[in-house]
């Protein structure tokens, strides 16, 4: 069963890309006492996600945080080198942080894993967003297809906070 509004999050590990290399981050570490904005995505270097839903994100971030959020993270199932290149190549500037989600831990903790293995993605995540406030899930809207950064959108989460 899929993660739901009022909802804890559940406890996993993350890695982050750091100058010192990858670095856990637990949930618990992120967003305890903290406002924060997640999204997820289907896989980093993507076109929908590389074009589209990551850079409204970028684009919108410091309106975002002027709402009152104190981060702004992307989540994906895939490792923290990639992701570290990904953050680099879309020139994300420490606007947003990259969780790397390799083993899909977190996803599948969350009910939100989507079978990609007919396209040779494997598991991965679906497209979501989620605004989450001291742990607690305090909205969440889930992509009803991959390929569309429609609901899930900066511009659509902006609007609802």
Not at 22 to 50: H, I, M, N, Y
Not at 136 to 148: D, F, M, N, R
Request: proline share 4%.
């Amino acid at each position: 069963m899929a993660i739901a509004i009022g909802d804890k999050l559940p406890e996993a590990t993350f890695r982050q890309m750091t100058g010192e290399g990858p670095q856990e981050v637990t949930t618990s570490d992120f967003f305890t006492g903290r406002k924060v904005v997640l999204f997820a995505l289907p896989g980093a270097f993507t076109p929908t996600c590389s074009n589209k839903h990551v850079p409204g994100f970028i684009a919108n971030a410091e309106a975002i945080r002027a709402k009152g959020v104190d981060a702004i993270a992307c989540v994906s199932v895939n490792d923290a080198f990639v992701m570290g290149a990904w953050e680099q190549h879309l020139g994300a500037d420490g606007e947003i942080v990259f969780l790397a989600d390799g083993n899909a831990d977190f996803t599948k903790a969350t009910g939100l894993e989507m079978d990609g293995s007919g396209i040779g993605f494997g598991t991965r995540s679906k497209r979501y967003a989620m605004v989450v406030d001291d742990g607690v899930v305090k909205s969440l809207t889930i992509e009803p297809a991959p390929g569309q950064a429609e609901e899930t959108s900066a511009e659509e989460i902006l609007a609802a906070l």
